[in-house]
């Protein structure tokens, strides 16, 4: 069967939600075409800016430096550079590390590593094992997030770009609804502001696009990944949110979408959201909703 777009070449994919079969080179322009509309529509990016891309090793935020780097080419004072976590996970991490700063020196795309031993003084396997977590991808985004601030501020960046896609932000906001967080939902957009320089600027190019076209295109574009999962993965509430939406989506081909246009509207209805107001944790500073921030409360 040939491709719907070109008329020329054999059809590879049928993107159920739009009925179109598409060759493969179709395939990749039109998920940079949608890369670059979303890019365009949240302004997400100046010519100017020093974008810092959050890297983990992992299918995602590798396709995303390659597709930044590509669609960067055409802007001469546009500067890219990527900056990984090492939390400090045996049999795991090293090897994640190895594959983002390869990859990152092919693309010639300076590479920065924060650990966790430098700004906590332990890694993440020993505050797990030492405090019993039986949850350890709360206790690790709450001190990955800090980590992130950290280290794009060291890097001088303007913005910092990470690489989730339509499944994560769908998974996010179930989430909060299982956690009994509403408010958050309405906080969780493509581009985050920042709270006027509270925070670093945050962009989500991907954030309109299947997780199964970002694997599909990093396929295409021979993109190397760490394909082995965080040991601590398995137990988090979100893998049971990511099969029920896989499987809606196998048995109603479209249903993802659907949802997230559905999540959209609800968060332009929603007018209780306060704008979000900060202080500094008495303990370290750092700017936080409460008198004492997250990452104190877990760590002091
Ligand atoms: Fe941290 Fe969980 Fe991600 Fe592993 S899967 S790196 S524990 S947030
Ligand atoms: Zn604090």
Redo the contacts with the bound molecule.
């Keep these: 069967m040939l491709c719907d777009i070109c008329n020329e070449h054999q059809s590879f994919y049928v993107r159920k939600y739009e009925g179109v079969k598409l060759c493969r080179a179709c395939f990749k322009k039109s998920f940079e075409n949608k890369v670059r509309k979303t890019i365009i529509e949240h302004q997400m990016l100046n010519v100017n800016d020093q974008l810092g891309v959050a890297v ?1 090793g992992g299918k995602d935020s590798l396709t995303l430096l390659h597709v930044l780097k590509k669609l960067g080419s055409r802007f001469p004072k546009f500067k890219l550079k990527a900056l990984i976590i090492d ?1 400090g ?1 045996k049999g ?1 991490r090293d090897e994640a590390l190895q594959i983002a700063s390869t990859f990152c020196k092919s693309k010639g795309v300076p590479i920065e590593v924060f650990s966790f031993k430098d700004i906590y003084g332990f890694i ?1 396997d020993e505050i797990i094992e030492e405090t019993k977590q039986k949850y ?2 709360s206790l ?2 709450i001190l ?1 997030r800090r980590v992130m601030e950290i280290g794009a501020r060291e890097m001088n960046v303007t913005k910092l770009a990470t690489g989730h896609n339509l499944d994560d932000e769908l998974q996010t906001f179930f989430l909060n609804i299982f956690h009994g967080e509403p408010t958050r939902i309405g906080r969780n957009k493509p581009l985050m502001d920042g709270s006027n320089g509270t925070f670093i600027v945050k962009v989500k190019p991907f954030h309109k696009v299947l997780e199964k076209e970002v694997s599909l295109y990093a396929f295409l574009n021979r993109i190397p990944f760490q394909e082995s ?5 398995g137990t ?1 509430l979100r893998n049971d949110i990511r099969s029920f939406l896989d499987n809606m989506e196998m048995n109603h081909p479209g249903s993802k979408y659907i949802a997230y246009n559905a999540v959209n509207k609800l968060k332009t209805l929603s007018t209780t959201v306060k704008k979000d107001s900060f202080m500094n944790c008495i303990l370290c500073g750092s700017p936080s909703s409460n008198q004492i921030c997250s990452v104190c409360k877990v760590t002091i």
């Design positions: 983990s939390e996970i795991y993440l350890p991808c690790c985004g990955r999962p965080c040991p601590y993965a988090a």
